[in-house]
T-cell receptor, first 115, second 114 residues
């Protein structure tokens, strides 16, 4: 596609349920990032995929969070047993995998609300 | 550790006013500095960047100068338009980080009134 696509755009779930968020990066981009944006906060790094290398999971806040990237393209962020503090906008970004962040392209995000 | 602090919003200005959004940083290495913008309903996009001290980034009439002596990267525009209404994020990237993750400020919402 023309840009980074994320789905769903909005997700409302009950506390304790699992959710899956999807990111479809720009075709050919080898690097993919997940960030979390809480109300009034800056973006919080969650996880980084680069090609076939092992992902950098250093930003995942707990073991309830996990992410996969299949075939070097689409990525899924899974949150198990959701808590109210997980409510935030989850942003995905991709880049060609170069050394400069000027090539980062962001999706519009998924607004997650945990009731 | 690395961090970014930017002025709280919202900032409300009239059209054609002069804009400054302050951003200061702390970094242990030699960071690159960025301003990203998020227009309503759209994804974040890079506005401008600077990679070394005294560099000036510019785009769409916006400018920011990398000031190492004051550890600042303030965003300025001489005459704002209603279409500039958005949320602006200051960020840094420490080139020593292998994953090139960005460290972000909290964002400043800018509202321009006609």
């Amino acid at each position: 596609g023309a840009g980074v696509s994320q789905s769903p755009s909005n997700k409302v779930t009950e506390k304790g349920k699992d959710v899956e968020l999807r990111c479809d990066p720009i075709s050919g981009h080898t690097a993919l990032y997940w960030y979390r944006q809480s109300l009034g906060q800056g973006l919080e790094f969650l996880i980084y995929f680069q090609g076939n290398s092992a992902p950098d999971k250093s930003g995942l806040p707990s073991d309830r969070f996990s992410a996969e990237r299949t075939g070097g393209s689409v990525s899924t962020l899974t949150i198990q047993r959701t808590q109210q503090e997980d409510s935030a906008v989850y942003l995905c970004a991709s880049s060609q995998g170069g050394t400069s962040h000027e090539k980062l392209f962001f999706g519009s995000g998924t607004q997650l609300s945990v009731l | 550790g690395n961090s970014v602090t930017q002025m709280e919003g919202p900032v409300t200005l009239s059209e054609e006013a002069f804009l400054t959004i302050n951003c200061t940083y702390t970094a242990t290495g030699y960071p690159s500095l960025f301003w990203y913008v998020q227009y309503p309903g759209e994804g974040l996009q890079l506005l401008l960047k600077a990679t070394k001290a005294d560099d000036k980034g510019s785009n769409k009439g916006f400018e920011a100068t990398y000031r190492k002596e004051t550890t600042s990267f303030h965003l300025e525009k001489g005459s704002v338009q209603v279409s500039d209404s958005a949320v602006y994020f200051c960020a840094l990237s420490d080139t020593r980080d292998s994953n090139y993750q960005l460290i972000w400020g909290a964002g400043t919402k800018l509202i321009i009134k006609p």
